[in-house]
C-alpha cells in the first residue's frame, strides 16, 4: 500500500521569502502522480501543483514549484516570494498511474504554513 | 465554469440519525469522489463512482454509503450516526484523476 508523510506539522516564512514544504511517499509502482493541494480556512481543496512521475522535469507554476527526486521518494514544495494568501495547510497526495478501481488519492497528514507580514 | 458544489455546508445531527450529503460536480467529470477529514485522522477515502458504479472504496463501515446519478450528481449516505462520524466531508471530481481532482468546500457534519 502507498502512504505519503509530511514530516512538518507547522512551518513560518516571512512574507516575499521562500520556504520549502517536504513530503516523502512510498510506493512500489513506477508510474504514479503527485499533486500538491492548499485548503485555506475557507476548506475548500485548491490544486497547487501536479507531477507526473514518468516526466523527470520538476513541475512548475508560477511562485510554485517542486523538487521531484524519484529515486529518493521525495517531493517538495517550493513557494518564493510567500504571499499573505499563501497561509494555508498544504497537504501532498499520490495516486496510482492506473485508475479505475486506484483512482484515488491518498493524503499526507498535511504541514499548515503561516506567513509573517 | 461553475465548481464542486457540496450541499449543506453544516449539519447537526443526533447521534442514532442518518444524513444525506449531497455533490453536484463539474459539468462533465464523471467521477466523484468522497473523503472524510478529521483531526485526529486526516484524510480518508471513503468511496469513489463513476457513471453511476462504485469503482472504489475505502476502509469504512457499511454504515456509509453512496450512490450518483445519470447526469454524475453524487449524494452520500451514513446510517445510525455514531459521535466519531463529526467530520468535514469533501467530495471532489474529475474527469479521469490524472490532471488533479476538483474540490467542493465539504460538508461540515457534527454529531451530538
Known amino acids: 500500500a502507498q502512504t505519503v508523510t509530511q514530516s512538518q506539522p507547522e512551518m513560518s516564512v516571512q512574507e516575499a521569502e521562500t520556504v520549502t514544504l517536504s513530503c516523502t511517499y512510498d510506493t512500489s509502482e513506477s508510474d504514479y502522480y503527485l499533486f500538491w493541494y492548499k485548503q485555506p480556512p475557507s476548506r475548500q481543496m485548491i490544486l497547487v501543483i501536479r507531477?507526473?512521475?514518468?516526466?523527470?522535469q520538476n513541475a512548475t507554476e508560477n511562485r510554485f514549484s517542486v523538487n521531484f527526486q524519484k529515486a529518493a521518494k521525495s517531493f517538495s514544495l517550493k513557494i518564493s516570494d510567500s504571499q499573505l494568501g499563501d497561509a494555508a495547510m498544504y497537504f501532498c497526495a499520490y495516486r496510482s498511474f492506473y485508475g479505475g478501481a486506484t483512482n484515488k488519492l491518498i493524503f499526507g497528514t498535511g504541514t499548515l504554513l503561516a506567513v509573517q507580514p | 465554469k461553475a465548481g464542486v458544489t457540496q450541499t449543506p455546508r453544516y449539519l447537526i445531527k443526533t447521534r442514532g440519525q442518518q444524513v444525506t450529503l449531497s455533490c453536484s460536480p463539474i459539468?462533465?467529470?464523471?467521477?466523484v469522489s468522497w473523503y472524510q477529514q478529521t483531526p485526529g485522522q486526516g484524510l480518508q477515502f471513503l468511496f469513489e463512482y463513476f457513471s453511476e458504479t462504485q469503482r472504489n472504496k475505502g476502509n469504512f463501515p457499511g454504515r456509509f454509503s453512496g450512490r450518483q446519478f445519470s447526469n454524475s450528481r453524487s449524494e452520500m449516505n451514513v446510517s445510525t450516526l455514531e459521535l466519531g462520524d463529526s467530520a468535514l466531508y469533501l467530495c471532489?471530481?474529475?474527469?479521469?484523476?490524472?490532471?488533479?481532482?476538483?474540490f467542493g468546500s465539504g460538508t461540515r457534519l457534527t454529531v451530538v
Open positions: 507531477q507526473e512521475a514518468y516526466k523527470q
Open positions: 459539468s462533465g467529470h464523471r467521477s
Open positions: 471532489a471530481s474529475s474527469f479521469g484523476g490524472k490532471e488533479g481532482y476538483t
